[in-house]
């Protein structure tokens, strides 16, 4: 029987994974207080958490040495990526006003069942894992294909948001719409960029974190800049 030590060989990125963990529930907490009867402040508290969590989740994909145990921590942290999604999505529909969605118009209530589901699907993607130096990658197609056709989905439902935004905001509206869209779309290009260099072979330490922190950090930013709360 492997013992705990056996079990995780913490990777040298791991100080690198605590500082940015640290970092994002920082954030998140303070917005929060803040104003915790705001929409936008729960809902950046919400995205902030899921985005430490991941990160952490990160961590022991790259320090598990144990593919069963690996395994169910990527079906956990693909679960939380796409609820992060449906959470970021939600946020970009509130600033600077409440657009609402652009699916599920006439349901809304219907929105977080459904993103959920899709979450729980997509784990069902998860089988066999390779292992490089930088910790365990998926060895089936069909969950890259999923996520990136979900992060697809999420960046045109942002765009869709945007663009149904602009014709009523004046300036400084239309900057705030456009920060929180960048913001919201930047950690889906370097998971990306990470994911297709894996897959065409190049190592690379599998940080997607350092997107999600860029993003915490401009939202904060963004929120108490313009007075979102």
């Known amino acids: ?17 605590l500082t940015i963990t ?6 998140g907490v303070y917005i929060l207080r803040k104003g915790f009867g705001s929409p936008v402040n729960r809902l950046f508290f919400w995205f902030s958490l899921l985005a430490a969590v991941g990160n952490m989740l990160d961590l022991l994909m790259a320090s598990l040495t144990v593919e069963s145990l690996a395994a169910w921590t990527y079906r956990v942290l693909i679960f939380l ?27 809304s209530k219907a929105f977080a069942p459904l993103v959920t589901i899709a979450a729980f699907l997509m784990t069902l ?9 930088y910790g365990w990658t998926s060895d089936v197609p ?3 294909v999923g996520l990136i056709f979900c992060m697809i989905v999420y960046m045109v439902l942002l765009t869709i948001t945007l663009r149904r935004k602009m014709a009523r905001l004046d300036k400084k509206g239309l ?30 330490p599998r940080m997607f974190g350092l997107g999600e922190v860029v993003s915490v950090i401009v939202l904060s930013y963004g929120i108490m800049r313009y007075d979102l709360m």
């Open 1 to 17: 029987m492997l013992s705990q030590a056996d079990m995780i060989e913490l990777s040298s990125l791991a100080p690198v994974f």
């Open 22 to 27: 640290v970092i994002e529930l920082a954030l």
């Open 81 to 107: 990526l796409i609820i992060e999604l449906g959470v970021a999505y939600r946020l970009s529909a509130l600033v600077p006003y409440d657009s609402g969605l652009v699916v599920l118009r006439k349901n």
């Open 125 to 133: 993607t998860v089988w066999d894992l390779n292992r490089d130096s």
């Open 142 to 144: 069909l969950t890259s």
């Open 175 to 204: 900057r705030q719409a456009e920060l929180l869209t960048f913001a919201l779309a930047f950690p889906i290009s370097v998971m990306v960029i990470i994911m297709a260099m894996t897959e065409v072979g190049v190592v690379i």
